[in-house]
């Protein structure tokens, strides 16, 4: 072995043995919001090193602000900790439990629709504990007042506004002047966008001679051609239910509004028999005259085999149809004349019964 070479490794190697031997520290445990700024990454032993918070936070509980390399290779306890300083937010944006918030946050502001900005839209937690720009105002958007149709008018919904102005969201109708209908929005409103709502287009409009329905008639009307938006009524005849509006309007397509319906009566189609109608049990012989008008509705009684008890079963009249209900069996003529207490309408009624 070459004598240069073995007097070589020896050194290295007893350079190396007085290097580890020696124990150090590690770089310092430091935490959020200390100033790390010339700390090193090893420190021999009896190294003392002094800790501070950097800017824009505040020592908590500062005893101490110094740790020092011990001979086991570990830092002294540290009792310093910095906590961020915090900006207080503005009232308008206060929730409960939220008051401020802390150092480098950043507020975005932002504005309803129908509201323009005024100020900066973004503001940042200061070192200082101040926020870097005051909240913005939201000024609502103003529209120029809108042009009334030709052969038109405007009815604003707030008639107390003055000036040549309008906010957001005030609103108004759009009318035209007899015999002319508006074909397009009959109602505006100053837009988010600045804008106001287009107004429509104001043309002439008629409908026809006013149609008859069934079993009904027109009351107070001309038979003839009429205008946009005028009226005529109906009623139906006799025991017949009006369903619908009594009355009709010309609307602004020429058409009529939808035309009401004339219901018919309707006739309990039992000859013997209990019934409960208009809060009372009545024989049906005694209902007369035989009808019962649309919509109204009629118990008829089953008989609970099993219980042994009246059950009452409900049918309503629809435009002229009642169904009397499956499970009633009409008494034959002797039962009914001679033994009436023993029917389903006359004896106990069943838990459910309401009638009673």
Known sequence: MNPNLALLLLCQLALYTSVTSKNVCGHPPVTDGMDTLGLKHVYEIGKEVTLACERGYTPVKAKTASITCSASGEWTKLDLVCSPKMCPLPKPMQKPGMIDVPFKSVLNYTCDDGYVMIGANESVCLHDGTLSAPPPMCKAVSCALPQAPKHGKIVYDNKKFTGDEIQYGQSWTYECLPPRAPIGNERGSCLASGNVTEPPVCKEVSCSIPPTIDHGIIT????????????????????????????????????????????????????????????????????????????????????????????????????????????????????????PKSLPSEIAMCPTDLTK
Request: proline share 5%; glycine share 8%.
């Open 220 to 339: 107070f009307a001309v038979m003839r051609e009429v205008g946009y938006k005028e009226k005529v009524k109906y009623q139906c005849q006799e025991h017949y239910v009006l369903d619908g509006s009594e009355e009709i309007q010309c609307q602004n397509t020429g058409n009529w509004s939808t035309l009401p319906v004339c219901r018919a009566p309707c006739k309990v189609n039992i000859n013997r028999g209990r019934i409960f109608y208009n809060a009372k049990k009545i024989w049906i012989g005694d209902l007369k005259p035989n009808r019962i008008l649309h919509g109204e509705s009629v118990v008829f009684y089953c008989l609970n085999k099993e219980l042994k008890c009246g059950s009452p079963v409900a049918s309503q009249c629809i435009d002229g149809t009642l169904n009397t209900p499956e499970c009633f069996k009409e008494p034959g003529k002797m039962e009914y004349t001679l033994k």
